[in-house]
């Protein structure tokens, strides 16, 4: 449980920054890669100098309408940029350009799915354009400077911003990984939070149950993974709760969770910060999107995971988990689809992904791309149970055998002869071996005389004498007949 | 007339990241009175209903650039004109946050 | 002086196609000019004679080959707030004092691309804040009539109009924001226009307020700023708010005019009691002379003209205060090392801007802040939308406007600096016309009786620039 005290609750609302994936940045013609030497991706327009104008990229523009469109949002038909004015170093001209009060994203909503299988809508109040802004490193060389790179200065950005609607840490959880799905799916944003290209603020504020005025937020800013989140949320919710039982009073501002420690912790208060003196930037017209646009970009888009999941559903009779785990990232969804190519059984191939190769992936704690057996591998090995080619219990051998090795599943059976018996006349002589035996004369009596289970010995039998690799379904069978 | 405080002065200069002396502050105090007494005017007219002029293009749309990356000026020479720069890096007083 | 000096940019180009006079000698001459004024005058922040030779060499060898452009070999001032490659560029500041731009502004790019020669950097009211060129961190600079009263050539461009007056380049660019190429060419005698908004790319020029600022020509003659305006304008996607507008043949079609039956409006605010006598006689017999040729002379109204001057000292400041945050002494331009990050930053700042531009950024950052916004910015966004309107209504009943640049003749140097109200007043009749964004024109009137030059203003609605360059060639040819 995430509160000790159970007579409060807590309530969150999210912001998200989605780094865009286009080539170039949002106002100027510069290359928005990262990992090039600092300020070689940073242009005069980057660097602010003088008489430098912005331009807006066509690219990042139509993202966001993708984005509106993946969660039903209304797509302004006239969205403004303003000036976010104040000064850092990592902020060449003393401003951010973003969206205040007419953003090119409106309301929209998501559904996640939680833990326990029940579905909660989340309303999204916004999503709107802006820049990012460049890099300071304060651990280079003398210890009374920072340095600045300004490559990062002016990625294009898209913030999504939430109503107060979480309650609980695994709603934000499920919410979060419910968007970077979304952004993934529609090919906008990589959704790598560890690399900050979707970087999650939690405004959370605590109440006592039952009140309906919101408490004072604060606002976690950065948090980089989705287990940080849960730990950040929980620590700063029941930090809230102690202040006011203690009889203090929460200071709305803004805190980063220290990972390390454990804790969170307030950013040293800068004064008259959020007196951010936002006004229309008069560098830029208003950008007007037309219908025509919006349906254009419609007929483009990708099937959604909400789509996908039921479709997976409908077409191959997946149960709603299953749908739900292999739609949950594009990476997943796209995995599944690969192993289903070479191993045609939908269920089949879903189990093996779901319950074999992520049981491996959680004991190595490995990431899906990191995965010692690829999708056209593990869908040759479901291919080989559903030609027969080898039993089910055979398959986990070779399984275990790929995990080790990374070799193809074809090159293992052959190298071990794991080929499955399907040969009435090699399997036959088997079984009566086994019926002549003492043991198995004895036994033949009992199951005459009506000891069904006993076949199960006989089966056994067989298949150790064959090492698995007869097909258990046809020694069934042939032993029913001929111990009649 | 139209009252500015000191400590009003005092902060637009910290939001415009400048120093005055204590004789100037007074000046811009004086000074801030004549201005925002004169510009008061403006409250006198009837503008209900009517839609503030951002722009002297109106009903434009502003214009898209495709997403292409272009040639651009070498970091020496943008960096020709700083104050101090290391390893590529704009150096600049220590940040703390 | 050499008479060659005296020559308009049309007379010039004549003679270099005739290779009567050579680009070099012509350059030369203008150089020793300057040399031997800028003590006196100080037009000039920056000298460019090494350049300015070897560009002219180039321009003399494509007039030989016939690959002469528009501006072939002429010999132009710049205003130091356009950035031009290589040469120092300072807006008049401390702030930018040793600033030299590895790039070219569109407006200078496009001058260069016509063979224009750039015999220097032209004084200015730093960073274009100020009417009167006192506000330069380099100097004040003088008005050559009646060089030993001491008068102001006007400002901003105040360094481009007295070096026009004073034969000290051919023509030269401006900028206007709210009256800075009218005002000082109607202080100095020569013509001064400001084109429609949108016109001329804004890219490489050191902003002020950016949906106000536009690009300006100045001459002394208008056919020159004619052809000087049609050689740079024109669209340019580096600038988000230029037009796509076609580009005319301004100095081709520069007598298409009749006079005869052409509408002038007169509106009546701007010939009310606050406006010097002599300078209300000076336009009112240039209109007298209209109407013997035919015009029309309508009485109009523009009721909102009053409130011109206080929209734009909200809007104006506003836009410069974030416009001019990037100075931070970070990246480039003037650092002063303080105790610490916010130190430096002040200290750089305080030291990099005179006290005018100091005294706007705390006036914008006002207008902005919370609290104040919508009694401020706001209201002023909507009285510039009743202005702009003004206008419309006007263009509806007239072709151009006619009124007088400035209320005022041509005032001593320190005579307003203390007192800010007075000298934003001055810029009363030209500030409507640029928060509309129409295009105007400040063209030589006459003289008073004293010998000071007064300015007719012509208006036009907005990308009728060619008519309000025709209608100024004609009140141009009156004067003869
Ligand atoms: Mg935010
Ligand atoms: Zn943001």
């Given at each position: 449980m995430t509160l000790y005290n159970k007579d409060y609750e807590i309530v969150m609302g999210l912001e998200i920054h989605a780094q865009l994936k286009t080539k170039t940045k949002l106002f100027s013609t510069s290359i928005a890669n990262f990992g090039a030497e600092p300020n070689t991706q940073a242009n005069a327009v980057d660097l602010a100098m003088p008489g430098m104008l912005p331009v807006l990229n066509t690219e990042a523009v139509t993202s966001a309408i993708k984005f509106g469109l993946a969660i039903n949002a209304e797509i302004a038909p006239v969205s403004v940029f303003s000036r976010k004015n104040y000064f850092y170093p990592d902020l060449p001209k003393g401003y951010q350009i973003s969206q205040f009060d007419l953003p090119t994203v409106g309301k929209g909503v998501l559904d996640v799915t939680l833990e326990d299988g029940s579905t909660k809508t989340i309303r999204i109040e916004r999503a709107h354009l802006e820049e990012d802004a460049g890099k300071s490193v304060h651990d280079l060389g003398s210890n009374s400077v920072s340095h600045v790179d300004l490559n990062r200065a002016g990625v294009p950005l898209l913030e999504i911003v939430s109503f107060p609607d979480f309650r609980t840490p695994e709603e934000v959880a499920a919410y979060v990984k419910k968007l970077r799905a979304i952004v993934q799916y529609i090919d906008i944003?990589?959704?790598?939070m560890s690399q900050g290209s979707m970087r999650c603020d939690v405004n959370v504020s605590v109440r006592k149950k039952g009140e309906h005025k919101l408490g004072t937020r604060r606002e976690i800013k950065n948090v980089n993974s989705i287990k940080n989140i849960i730990k950040a949320i929980t620590y700063e919710a029941n930090h809230q709760v102690d202040i006011i039982e203690n009889g203090g009073e929460v200071q709305q501002e803004t805190i980063l969770w220290d990972p390390d420690a454990g804790v969170t912790r307030s950013m040293r208060s800068k004064e008259d910060a959020h007196d951010y003196r936002y006004f229309p930037d008069p560098d830029i017209l208003p950008l007007r999107i037309s219908d025509e646009r919006i349906e254009a970009i419609k007929a483009t888009m990708p099937e959604l995971p909400e789509q996908k999941k039921a479709r997976l559903m409908a077409d191959y009779e997946l149960s709603a988990y299953d749908a739900e785990v292999i739609t949950s990232s594009k990476e997943t969804a796209d995995f599944y689809e690969e192993v289903l190519e070479a191993g045609k059984d939908a269920k089949l191939c879903a189990n093996w992904l779901i319950v074999e190769l992520f049981a491996i992936l959680n004991k190595q704690d490995l990431e899906l791309h990191e995965t010692p057996v690829s999708a056209k591998q593990l869908g040759e090995l479901v291919g080989l149970i559903v030609d027969k080619t080898i039993s089910g219990k055979i398959a986990k051998t070779v399984f275990e055998e790929m995990v080790a090795t990374s070799k193809d599943p074809k090159v293992i059976v052959e190298e071990k002869g794991l080929v499955q018996i399907t040969d009435t006349s090699a399997i036959e002589p088997i079984i009566d071996e086994v019926i002549a035996s003492d043991l198995g004369q004895a036994n033949a009596e009992k199951f005459r005389n009506g000891a069904d289970r006993i076949l199960g010995w006989f089966v056994g039998q067989v298949m150790q004498k064959t090492q698995g690799k007869a097909n258990p379904a046809m020694v069934n069978e042939i032993l029913k007949e001929k111990l009649k | 007339m139209s009252e500015v405080d000191i400590k009003t002065v005092e902060k637009l200069a910290r939001l415009s990241q400048l120093d005055f002396n204590e004789e100037e502050k007074a000046t811009l105090q004086n000074e801030f009175g004549k201005i925002f007494d004169f510009v008061s005017q403006l409250q006198e007219v009837d503008t209900e209903n009517v839609e503030g002029m951002t722009s002297v293009v109106k009903n434009a749309s502003t214009p898209q650039r495709q997403d292409n990356p272009q040639n651009q000026i070498s970091r020496d020479n943008l960096q020709s004109n700083a104050p101090s720069t290391e390893m590529g890096f704009f150096v600049v007083p220590k940040i703390m946050d | 002086m050499n008479d060659i000096l005296k020559l308009t940019i049309t007379e010039l180009i004549e003679k270099l196609k005739t290779r009567e006079l050579r680009s070099v000698d012509v350059t030369k001459a203008a150089l020793e000019r300057i040399k031997e004024r800028n003590d006196s005058i100080n037009a000039y922040i920056t000298i460019c004679e090494e350049t300015a030779l070897k560009q002219a060499e180039i321009s003399d060898q494509k007039l030989d080959d016939g690959e002469a452009g528009m501006l072939e070999g002429v010999p132009l001032g710049i205003k130091d707030l356009f950035c031009t490659k290589g040469i120092k560029t300072t807006a008049a500041s401390k702030m930018l004092a040793d600033f030299i731009p590895p790039y070219e502004s569109t407006v200078t790019q496009n001058l260069l691309d016509e063979g224009a020669i750039f015999l220097g950097k032209l004084n200015m009211d730093q960073f274009a804040m100020g009417g009167s060129g006192e506000t330069s961190a380099f100097g004040d600079t003088i008005n050559p009539i009646k060089e030993e009263e001491k008068l102001t050539a006007g400002g901003s461009s105040s360094g481009s109009a007295a070096a026009l007056a004073d034969f000290q380049c051919f023509g030269a660019t401006g900028s206007d924001t709210g009256g800075s190429v009218r005002q000082p060419a109607s202080f100095t005698n020569t013509v001064g226009f400001r084109p429609t908004y949108?016109?001329?790319?804004?890219?490489g020029m050191v902003s002020f307020a950016s949906s106000l600022d536009q690009a300006g020509f100045m001459a002394r003659s208008v056919e020159d700023t004619a052809l000087m305006f049609r050689a740079a304008s024109g669209f340019d996607e580096k600038d988000s708010t230029s037009a796509d507008v076609a580009v005319e043949a301004y100095d081709e079609i520069i007598n298409d005019l009749e006079v005869k039956g052409l509408k002038i409006g007169l509106p009546k605010e701007y010939f009310v009691d606050g406006v010097d006598q002599k300078v209300k006689d000076v336009i009112n017999a240039k209109v007298e002379q209209f109407k013997a040729a035919g015009a029309e002379i309508v009485e109009i109204s523009l009721p909102h003209t009053k409130y011109a001057v206080p929209t734009y000292y909200i809007v104006a400041p506003a836009e410069a205060a974030a416009n001019l945050?990037?100075?931070?002494?970070m990246r480039y331009g003037l650092r002063v090392e303080g105790e610490n990050l916010s130190d430096t930053y002040a200290k750089s700042r305080s030291a990099g801007f005179g006290w005018e531009v100091k005294r706007r950024i705390m006036v914008g950052n006002y207008v902005l802040s919370s609290g104040y916004y919508d009694a401020y910015y706001s209201k002023a966004q909507k009285v510039r939308s009743l202005l702009s309107l003004d206008f419309e209504k006007a263009f509806e009943q007239v072709d151009v406007i006619f009124a007088p640049t400035t209320p005022e003749l041509p005032f001593e140097l320190g005579?307003?600096?203390?007192?800010p109200i007075a000298m934003y007043l001055c810029d009363i009749f030209t500030v409507s016309s640029a928060l509309a964004g129409i295009p105007c024109i400040s063209v030589p009137a006459g003289f008073t009786p004293e010998g000071l030059p007064v300015g007719l203003q012509i208006l036009g609605k907005a990308f009728d620039d060619a008519k309000v360059l025709q209608a100024a060639k004609k009140a141009e040819d009156m004067n003869k």
């Amino acid at each position: 449980m995430t509160l000790y005290n159970k007579d409060y609750e807590i309530v969150m609302g999210l912001e998200i920054h989605a780094q865009l994936k286009t080539k170039t940045k949002l106002f100027s013609t510069s290359i928005a890669n990262f990992g090039a030497e600092p300020n070689t991706q940073a242009n005069a327009v980057d660097l602010a100098m003088p008489g430098m104008l912005p331009v807006l990229n066509t690219e990042a523009v139509t993202s966001a309408i993708k984005f509106g469109l993946a969660i039903n949002a209304e797509i302004a038909p006239v969205s403004v940029f303003s000036r976010k004015n104040y000064f850092y170093p990592d902020l060449p001209k003393g401003y951010q350009i973003s969206q205040f009060d007419l953003p090119t994203v409106g309301k929209g909503v998501l559904d996640v799915t939680l833990e326990d299988g029940s579905t909660k809508t989340i309303r999204i109040e916004r999503a709107h354009l802006e820049e990012d802004a460049g890099k300071s490193v304060h651990d280079l060389g003398s210890n009374s400077v920072s340095h600045v790179d300004l490559n990062r200065a002016g990625v294009p950005l898209l913030e999504i911003v939430s109503f107060p609607d979480f309650r609980t840490p695994e709603e934000v959880a499920a919410y979060v990984k419910k968007l970077r799905a979304i952004v993934q799916y529609i090919d906008i944003c990589d959704g790598d939070m560890s690399q900050g290209s979707m970087r999650c603020d939690v405004n959370v504020s605590v109440r006592k149950k039952g009140e309906h005025k919101l408490g004072t937020r604060r606002e976690i800013k950065n948090v980089n993974s989705i287990k940080n989140i849960i730990k950040a949320i929980t620590y700063e919710a029941n930090h809230q709760v102690d202040i006011i039982e203690n009889g203090g009073e929460v200071q709305q501002e803004t805190i980063l969770w220290d990972p390390d420690a454990g804790v969170t912790r307030s950013m040293r208060s800068k004064e008259d910060a959020h007196d951010y003196r936002y006004f229309p930037d008069p560098d830029i017209l208003p950008l007007r999107i037309s219908d025509e646009r919006i349906e254009a970009i419609k007929a483009t888009m990708p099937e959604l995971p909400e789509q996908k999941k039921a479709r997976l559903m409908a077409d191959y009779e997946l149960s709603a988990y299953d749908a739900e785990v292999i739609t949950s990232s594009k990476e997943t969804a796209d995995f599944y689809e690969e192993v289903l190519e070479a191993g045609k059984d939908a269920k089949l191939c879903a189990n093996w992904l779901i319950v074999e190769l992520f049981a491996i992936l959680n004991k190595q704690d490995l990431e899906l791309h990191e995965t010692p057996v690829s999708a056209k591998q593990l869908g040759e090995l479901v291919g080989l149970i559903v030609d027969k080619t080898i039993s089910g219990k055979i398959a986990k051998t070779v399984f275990e055998e790929m995990v080790a090795t990374s070799k193809d599943p074809k090159v293992i059976v052959e190298e071990k002869g794991l080929v499955q018996i399907t040969d009435t006349s090699a399997i036959e002589p088997i079984i009566d071996e086994v019926i002549a035996s003492d043991l198995g004369q004895a036994n033949a009596e009992k199951f005459r005389n009506g000891a069904d289970r006993i076949l199960g010995w006989f089966v056994g039998q067989v298949m150790q004498k064959t090492q698995g690799k007869a097909n258990p379904a046809m020694v069934n069978e042939i032993l029913k007949e001929k111990l009649k | 007339m139209s009252e500015v405080d000191i400590k009003t002065v005092e902060k637009l200069a910290r939001l415009s990241q400048l120093d005055f002396n204590e004789e100037e502050k007074a000046t811009l105090q004086n000074e801030f009175g004549k201005i925002f007494d004169f510009v008061s005017q403006l409250q006198e007219v009837d503008t209900e209903n009517v839609e503030g002029m951002t722009s002297v293009v109106k009903n434009a749309s502003t214009p898209q650039r495709q997403d292409n990356p272009q040639n651009q000026i070498s970091r020496d020479n943008l960096q020709s004109n700083a104050p101090s720069t290391e390893m590529g890096f704009f150096v600049v007083p220590k940040i703390m946050d | 002086m050499n008479d060659i000096l005296k020559l308009t940019i049309t007379e010039l180009i004549e003679k270099l196609k005739t290779r009567e006079l050579r680009s070099v000698d012509v350059t030369k001459a203008a150089l020793e000019r300057i040399k031997e004024r800028n003590d006196s005058i100080n037009a000039y922040i920056t000298i460019c004679e090494e350049t300015a030779l070897k560009q002219a060499e180039i321009s003399d060898q494509k007039l030989d080959d016939g690959e002469a452009g528009m501006l072939e070999g002429v010999p132009l001032g710049i205003k130091d707030l356009f950035c031009t490659k290589g040469i120092k560029t300072t807006a008049a500041s401390k702030m930018l004092a040793d600033f030299i731009p590895p790039y070219e502004s569109t407006v200078t790019q496009n001058l260069l691309d016509e063979g224009a020669i750039f015999l220097g950097k032209l004084n200015m009211d730093q960073f274009a804040m100020g009417g009167s060129g006192e506000t330069s961190a380099f100097g004040d600079t003088i008005n050559p009539i009646k060089e030993e009263e001491k008068l102001t050539a006007g400002g901003s461009s105040s360094g481009s109009a007295a070096a026009l007056a004073d034969f000290q380049c051919f023509g030269a660019t401006g900028s206007d924001t709210g009256g800075s190429v009218r005002q000082p060419a109607s202080f100095t005698n020569t013509v001064g226009f400001r084109p429609t908004y949108g016109r001329c790319s804004r890219f490489g020029m050191v902003s002020f307020a950016s949906s106000l600022d536009q690009a300006g020509f100045m001459a002394r003659s208008v056919e020159d700023t004619a052809l000087m305006f049609r050689a740079a304008s024109g669209f340019d996607e580096k600038d988000s708010t230029s037009a796509d507008v076609a580009v005319e043949a301004y100095d081709e079609i520069i007598n298409d005019l009749e006079v005869k039956g052409l509408k002038i409006g007169l509106p009546k605010e701007y010939f009310v009691d606050g406006v010097d006598q002599k300078v209300k006689d000076v336009i009112n017999a240039k209109v007298e002379q209209f109407k013997a040729a035919g015009a029309e002379i309508v009485e109009i109204s523009l009721p909102h003209t009053k409130y011109a001057v206080p929209t734009y000292y909200i809007v104006a400041p506003a836009e410069a205060a974030a416009n001019l945050s990037r100075y931070d002494g970070m990246r480039y331009g003037l650092r002063v090392e303080g105790e610490n990050l916010s130190d430096t930053y002040a200290k750089s700042r305080s030291a990099g801007f005179g006290w005018e531009v100091k005294r706007r950024i705390m006036v914008g950052n006002y207008v902005l802040s919370s609290g104040y916004y919508d009694a401020y910015y706001s209201k002023a966004q909507k009285v510039r939308s009743l202005l702009s309107l003004d206008f419309e209504k006007a263009f509806e009943q007239v072709d151009v406007i006619f009124a007088p640049t400035t209320p005022e003749l041509p005032f001593e140097l320190g005579g307003k600096i203390d007192d800010p109200i007075a000298m934003y007043l001055c810029d009363i009749f030209t500030v409507s016309s640029a928060l509309a964004g129409i295009p105007c024109i400040s063209v030589p009137a006459g003289f008073t009786p004293e010998g000071l030059p007064v300015g007719l203003q012509i208006l036009g609605k907005a990308f009728d620039d060619a008519k309000v360059l025709q209608a100024a060639k004609k009140a141009e040819d009156m004067n003869k």
